[in-house]
């Protein structure tokens, strides 16, 4: 006799095993059938129920949206499915890499996920250090929003609820930048404790060490990831790094030539726009840097 399969949404993932929210909002773990693809935090599932809080996955169903990182053997790993918008985190401490922040805004741009940047820990910010704040963000303010929150002062969390709200979000950002932080803000204290009880690892106490799922009591999902670059610039080619640096589109149709790489190309509409101050030298140089890392043949 066959059991009914049952509608679920993967909320976390474990070494070898998935953490499966039914329509009750009861969790099950669970295990996927070797033909499904692996899934990851964010994917709607059908499965069924084996043993009392137990299950198996055995369809994935289709994806809106899917981040990968570069796994074993040079495969790429899920990160999250489904999702609208990364919020990609900074803050004053520990220090911010733009490096990695663009990182984050090219494969967002190619993924067709929104980013948002915020800055968390503003209530760290002395004179000098705003400034240098304000200076680094400029490029990116003409780009994309950017929220100055705190989550110990509660500065600017009304917005960033509202910019959640009804929507599939994910946190990204360095360890200790505060992301768990904020989600203590904006999800009730017990939904939290339930997700972190059931994470517990030998690791750190504070440092969130697998990607988890959580409902906003306003409406939509936000899900915290451990501070890793969770995603690196795997599968993303030359073409869909300069695609990722937004500002560069509108020079990149009138290049001489249809692979430049903007570098010292023959007539590069980009490198002349940097010269000529429309695009940031400083944006400039990290896509320079980036196309560095990109493995030689893409
Ligand atoms: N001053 C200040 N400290 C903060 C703020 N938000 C978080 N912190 C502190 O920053 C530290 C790291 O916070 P977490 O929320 O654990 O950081 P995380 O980004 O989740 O780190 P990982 O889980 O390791 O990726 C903690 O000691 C927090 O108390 C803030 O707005 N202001
Ligand atoms: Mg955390
Ligand atoms: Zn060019």
Known sequence: MSVPLRSGLVVAHYGRGWAVEDEQG????????RRVPVPCVGDRVRWEQTDPGHGRIVEVLPRKTLLTRPGRGGRLRPVAANLDQVLIVIAPEPPYDLLLVDQYLVVC???DLTPLIVVNKIDLL????????NDDLAPYRALYPVLEVSA?????????RDALKDKASMFAGQSGVGKSSLLRTLIPDRDVRIGELSATTRRG???TTTAMLFHLPEGGILIDTPGVAVFGLAGIDFRQLAHGYREF????PRCRFNDCR???DLGC????AVEQGEISQARYRRYLKLLGKLPEIS
């Open 262 to 264: 903007h570098v010292d």
């Open 249 to 252: 589109r509108p020079y990149i």
């Open 109 to 111: 741009e190619n993924h």
């Open 126 to 133: 002395d004179p000098a250090r705003r400034q240098r704040l």
């Open 26 to 33: 009861d969790i099950f773990l669970c295990h996927a059938l």
């Open 205 to 207: 106490r504070h440092t």
């Open 152 to 160: 110990k002062t509660g500065l600017g969390i009304t917005a960033l």
């Open 269 to 272: 509409a980009v490198r002349k």
